[in-house]
C-alpha cells in the first residue's frame, strides 16, 4: 500500500504560481505512474498531469505551456509546479500513484486562484 501526502495549495492571484508536493511513503521510482488530478465543484475529477518510471509525460491540453510535473526519487517526491494560474484552476488537487495494479491517492489539497 501507497500513502501520499500532498502539501502547497492555497490561494493564489491570476497569473501567479504555486508549487505542490506529493510524499509517497513508498519508493518512487518502483511506482509505474505517478500524477495529479484535480476535482473543481460540480465537476468530475480530471488529470492534470502524469509522469511515469520511464519519464513519459502527459499532460491536460488545459494545462500544457503552465504546469509542470517532475519526480525527485531520493526524496520519494512528485512536485507539480504551476504558473500562470487561471480562476478555472481553482479545485482540491490529489495525488495519484498507480502500482501493482492499483490506484493510491492522497487527501487533496485546495488550489483556489482568485483576485
Known amino acids: 500500500q501507497v500513502h501520499l501526502v500532498e502539501s502547497g495549495g492555497g490561494l493564489v492571484q491570476p497569473g501567479g504560481s504555486l508549487t505542490l508536493s506529493c510524499a509517497a511513503s513508498?519508493?518512487?521510482?518502483?511506482?509505474?505512474?505517478m500524477g495529479w488530478y484535480r476535482q473543481a465543484p460540480g465537476k468530475e475529477r480530471e488529470l492534470v498531469a502524469r509522469r511515469t518510471t520511464s519519464n513519459s509525460t502527459t499532460y491536460a491540453d488545459s494545462v500544457k505551456g503552465r504546469f509542470t510535473i517532475s519526480r525527485e526519487n531520493a526524496k520519494n517526491t512528485v512536485y507539480l509546479q504551476m504558473n500562470s494560474l487561471k480562476p478555472e484552476d481553482t479545485a482540491v488537487y490529489y495525488c495519484n500513484a498507480y502500482f501493482t495494479g492499483f490506484n493510491y491517492w492522497g487527501q487533496g489539497t485546495q488550489v483556489t486562484v482568485s483576485s
Open positions: 513508498e519508493s518512487i521510482f518502483s511506482i509505474n505512474s
